[in-house]
């Protein structure tokens, strides 16, 4: 691989190419650096996947990964064979895309909401306090839900005060989802308004003057400029976020979920997890996983391709 690099001579400036050993040996300290990581990411993120193999065996922890009889595609036809796999996979897309397009539009408004706040303090506290969720582990708050939402929690106190009754919230199947994708819209939706605050803090301020100028109001200021002026930025968060329909969350839902809630709360990821180390049904639970792992890829690449297409986002 050579690169060009740009060294003076005379007065201009002229391309020198420039080998891979020329490279290493100039940029020698930076690939130092960089060998841990590779390293790490060798030994726990492509090492495993050798293991990818039981997809296809009738895996036996006694006979070994050699010694298992393949089974070639048998795991995957019982995929859709069982009405769990299929409920998973349901429970996943909606729990899912519920968070997508929420994730997208509640950051957008309350970014352009908050863009609206001219006290410099008031706007700074209002950003640390929605952001410092975005920190909290998933255990953490399934802690705090649980204790909020329990029998005794603060909202069936208040439910009772007002002469209703308790609600078990996180046993109740037809309530999962919601708790699931609202919990999740709390945790993360700081993180959105900040890149969207980031993303109209670049826009033209010239733009609103002339816009004032002509007589413009702040609605409509908002609606012809700082909508086209942040949709870069939307239509890069919207593709990206297409990798992510069959990933819903396993540790919000593992730490949420119970017996009484799989029919609305189980997701691919904890599927697989119970199927695979609690029933121990390694090959089942491993082809589902590379069943996932493999429309995500997918999606991702196409994501990838258009954002690049409609916002000239690229990573390489």
Same mark, same amino acid.
């Given at each position: 691989?050579?690169?060009?690099?740009?060294?003076?001579?005379?007065?201009?400036?002229?391309?020198?190419?420039?080998?891979?050993?020329?490279?290493?040996?100039?940029?020698?300290?930076?690939?130092?650096?960089?060998?841990?990581?590779?390293?790490?990411?060798?030994?726990?993120?492509?090492?495993?996947?050798?293991?990818?193999?039981?997809?296809?065996?009738?895996?036996?922890?006694?006979?070994?990964?050699?010694?298992?009889?393949?089974?070639?595609?048998?795991?995957?036809?019982?995929?859709?064979?069982?009405?769990?796999?299929?409920?998973?996979? *349901?429970?996943?897309? @909606? &729990?899912?895309?519920?968070?997508?397009? !929420? =994730?997208? $539009?509640?950051?957008?408004?309350?970014?352009?909401?908050?863009?609206?706040?001219?006290?410099?303090?008031?706007?700074?506290?209002?950003?640390?306090?929605?952001?410092?969720?975005?920190?909290?582990?998933?255990?953490?708050?399934?802690?705090?839900?649980?204790?909020?939402?329990?029998?005794?929690?603060?909202?069936?106190?208040?439910?009772?005060?007002?002469?209703?009754?308790?609600?078990?919230?996180?046993?109740?199947?037809?309530?999962?989802?919601?708790?699931?994708?609202?919990?999740?819209?709390?945790?993360?939706?700081?993180?959105?308004?900040?890149?969207?605050?980031?993303?109209?803090?670049?826009?033209?301020?010239?733009?609103?003057?002339?816009?004032?100028?002509?007589?413009?109001?702040?609605?409509?200021?908002?609606?012809?400029?700082?909508?086209?002026? *942040?949709?870069?930025? @939307? &239509?890069?968060?919207?593709?990206?976020? !297409? =990798?992510? $329909?069959?990933?819903?969350?396993?540790?919000?839902?593992?730490?949420?979920?119970?017996?009484?809630?799989?029919?609305?709360?189980?997701?691919?990821?904890?599927?697989?997890?119970?199927?695979?180390?609690?029933?121990?049904?390694?090959?089942?639970?491993?082809?589902?996983?590379?069943?996932?792992?493999?429309?995500?890829?997918?999606?991702?690449?196409?994501?990838?391709?258009?954002?690049?297409?409609?916002?000239?986002?690229?990573?390489?």
């Amino acid at each position: 691989m050579k690169k060009l690099s740009k060294a003076k001579s005379g007065g201009g400036m002229m391309a020198v190419r420039r080998g891979w050993k020329q490279e290493f040996y100039h940029s020698w300290p930076l690939y130092l650096l960089l060998l841990p990581s590779i390293i790490l990411a060798v030994i726990f993120c492509y090492a495993p996947m050798g293991g990818l193999v039981m997809a296809f065996q009738n895996y036996k922890p006694w006979l070994g990964i050699l010694d298992s009889e393949f089974v070639g595609l048998e795991n995957f036809r019982q995929i859709f064979a069982f009405k769990e796999s299929y409920q998973a996979i *349901i429970n996943t897309l @909606i &729990i899912a895309v519920s968070k997508i397009v !929420l =994730g997208l $539009v509640v950051p957008i408004v309350m970014g352009l909401l908050l863009n609206e706040v001219h006290h410099t303090g008031l706007k700074k506290g209002i950003q640390t306090l929605v952001y410092l969720p975005h920190f909290l582990s998933w255990v953490t708050v399934a802690g705090m839900l649980r204790d909020i939402l329990s029998l005794d929690g603060i909202v069936n106190g208040f439910l009772t005060k007002l002469g209703m009754e308790r609600i078990f919230f996180l046993g109740e199947a037809g309530m999962f989802r919601q708790i699931a994708v609202i919990s999740d819209l709390w945790k993360g939706f700081g993180f959105g308004m900040i890149v969207y605050l980031a993303a109209i803090s670049n826009i033209d301020q010239n733009l609103y003057e002339a816009a004032e100028m002509d007589g413009a109001n702040r609605w409509q200021q908002t609606l012809h400029i700082t909508l086209p002026g *942040i949709m870069p930025m @939307i &239509i890069v968060m919207a593709t990206l976020s !297409l =990798g992510n $329909v069959l990933n819903a969350g396993f540790d919000q839902i593992f730490n949420l979920y119970s017996p009484l809630t799989y029919s609305t709360g189980d997701i691919i990821d904890t599927y697989v997890y119970r199927q695979s180390l609690v029933n121990g049904q390694y090959s089942f639970g491993t082809a589902v996983g590379l069943f996932k792992s493999s429309i995500s890829l997918a999606l991702t690449v196409v994501s990838y391709r258009i954002a690049y297409k409609y916002a000239g986002y690229r990573i390489f």
